[in-house]
């Protein structure tokens, strides 16, 4: 994986200007409104721009989304910043995909502080300013949903060992148990949707969260985390499915017992602890065998590990891959 490694991101300002450039030559809503069309954001896209008074506010905010590469390790295009940021699973929010970005415009990502603790010997409270002294790369990965549909995401931040390492892990640390910001007020999916146990819970097991591919991610095609995809601090564990990658972090604890996630509690025979990308096991209600690449038409074949058998396979040595959903 030599790409991510060497990866070296843009300075913001050459963005910037290249921005600059494309608004004094007129193109820049035309061509994010072409791209928006192409992908399943076009209605929520459609609906911002229906009112003219937001169109100027929202071109001035809108970030100058740029990567370092135009695909992943396997020649596969990144999704557009317009796809990743408006076709979201946050059911803090709601449960409905593409009404996420808007209800999230105004939640709170300052000041935001992750808790580290546990069976550490170093114990330590991070503000996000902390955070982002880990030195951040960027990093293309695949997100395979369990629900079957799946993206490119070019992320930016650091893996989650250099963290670990700075708390040191006591010897009895077998897992990682993570939690998202417990907020009634900011997330009303807390409030109503009472068949979930907030606050939202994911957990890996040590050399897991090792692996270098274990990402906590600040950002995404260069810019920091809108809060639809997690700000402004989430997981990123490209070969489990998405729901492994927790967003909007507050609090990590190494602990000795495997931990709970939010959906083993709440359908333990259809997700489990995990959820390693599995064409060869389908989920309960559907096939795992396929998937659909937003932006794409037709399906494609799903791959072991989500493409990153190599990296991972040996993890989980010895273990059923059959039984362990
Ligand atoms: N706190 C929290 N984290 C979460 C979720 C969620 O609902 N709440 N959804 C998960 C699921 S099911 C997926 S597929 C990914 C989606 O990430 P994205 O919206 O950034 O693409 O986030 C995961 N992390
Ligand atoms: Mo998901």
Redesign the pocket.
């Known amino acids: 994986m030599d790409k991510i490694k060497s990866s070296e991101i843009t300075p913001e300002r050459v963005y910037l200007s290249r921005r600059d450039f494309l608004k004094s030559m007129g193109i820049v809503s035309a061509s994010a409104a072409v791209l928006a069309a192409c992908g399943p954001a076009a209605n929520a896209t459609a609906d911002a721009t229906l009112n003219p008074t937001e169109a100027p506010a929202m071109e001035s905010e809108a970030p100058a989304a740029t990567a370092q590469a135009t695909t992943d390790e396997l020649g596969d295009p990144l999704n557009s910043f317009e796809d ?1 940021t408006n ?6 929010f709601t449960t409905d995909k593409q009404r ?1 970005a808007k209800l999230a415009t105004d939640f709170r990502t300052s000041p935001w502080e992750v808790q580290v603790g546990g069976l550490v010997n170093n114990p330590k409270t991070y503000s996000i300013d902390d955070l982002r002294k880990f030195e951040a790369e960027e990093r293309i990965y695949r ?1 395979r ?3 079957a549909w799946s ?1 490119v ?1 070019p992320w930016f931040g650091f893996p989650l060992h250099k963290l670990l390492a700075e708390v040191e892990p006591k010897s009895e640390a077998k897992y990682v148990r993570f939690e ?1 910001l417990y907020d009634k007020e900011q997330f009303p999916g807390q409030k109503t949707d009472i068949w979930y146990q907030w606050p ?1 819970v ?1 957990g890996l097991r040590m050399d897991e969260a090792m692996n270098d591919l274990t990402l906590m991610a600040t950002g995404l095609y260069g810019k920091d985390l809108l809060p ?3 700000a402004p601090i ?1 997981l990123v564990v490209p070969w489990k ?8 972090i507050v609090k990590i604890d190494l602990v000795a017992e495997m931990p709970t996630s939010l959906w083993m509690a709440a359908a333990p025979q259809e997700y489990g602890f995990y959820a390693n990308v599995n064409p060869n096991v389908d989920h309960p209600r559907w096939s795992q065998a396929t998937e659909r690449r937003i932006g794409e038409l037709g399906r494609r074949a799903s791959i072991m590990f989500n493409g990153y058998e190599e990296e991972v396979a040996h993890l989980y040595d010895g273990m059923d891959l059959s039984a362990n959903y």
């Open positions: 990743i076709y979201n699973n946050f059911y803090e996420v997100l949903c369990v629900e993206m995401i998202t939202y994911e639809q995809n997690g989430r499915y998405g729901f492994k990658s927790i967003k909007s």
